[in-house]
């Protein structure tokens, strides 16, 4: 005696047989693209530009910066410092040259060039400094460009 299966019941085993392949192809999908998607990527080398000297109209500013902050005797710690005419400039503490974009192997600390209300909000303007031998770049483009001074 043959039973009878009702055509209904037949689409209902095709659905979840379908659904359960699908499921699994969006499993192996993920495990085998999911990696790539989150996975964090090399970054490429930095293409800051490093010039050996300061010639353009701001480097005067930056050595001007430079002193004042020697005068201080380079703050290491991050945060606002007072400066002559009533104003303040912030340290922004040390400055881990991630790209290479500056000789490696030196500690480095950045520094504010021009000088605000304390409080103001930061601009662009940055001399970094060469802990041990004195070296000072300026950035007139947080650190996008480095100009020996």
């Given amino acids: 005696m043959s039973t009878l299966v009702s055509p209904l019941a037949t689409l209902g085993a095709i659905r979840r047989r379908t659904t359960t392949l699908a499921l699994l192809l969006a499993m192996v999908a993920a495990a085998l693209v999911g990696p790539s998607v989150v996975s964090p990527r090399s970054t490429d080398p930095a293409s800051a530009a490093v010039y050996s000297s300061c010639t353009m109209s701001r480097c005067a500013d930056a050595r001007t910066a430079r002193s004042g902050w020697s005068a201080k005797g380079f703050p290491t710690s991050r945060g606002w410092y007072s400066w002559s005419g009533g104003k303040s400039n912030f340290a922004g503490g040390r400055f881990y040259n991630y790209e290479g974009q500056l000789p490696t192997n030196a500690t480095y600390y950045e520094y504010d060039v021009y000088p605000r209300t304390q409080g103001a909000a ?28």
Avoid at 135 to 145: A, E, I, L, Q
């Fill in 122 to 149: 930061r601009d662009a303007y940055r001399i970094v400094v060469n802990r041990s031998t004195g070296v000072t770049w300026f950035s007139p483009n947080h650190y996008t460009d480095f100009y020996r001074l």
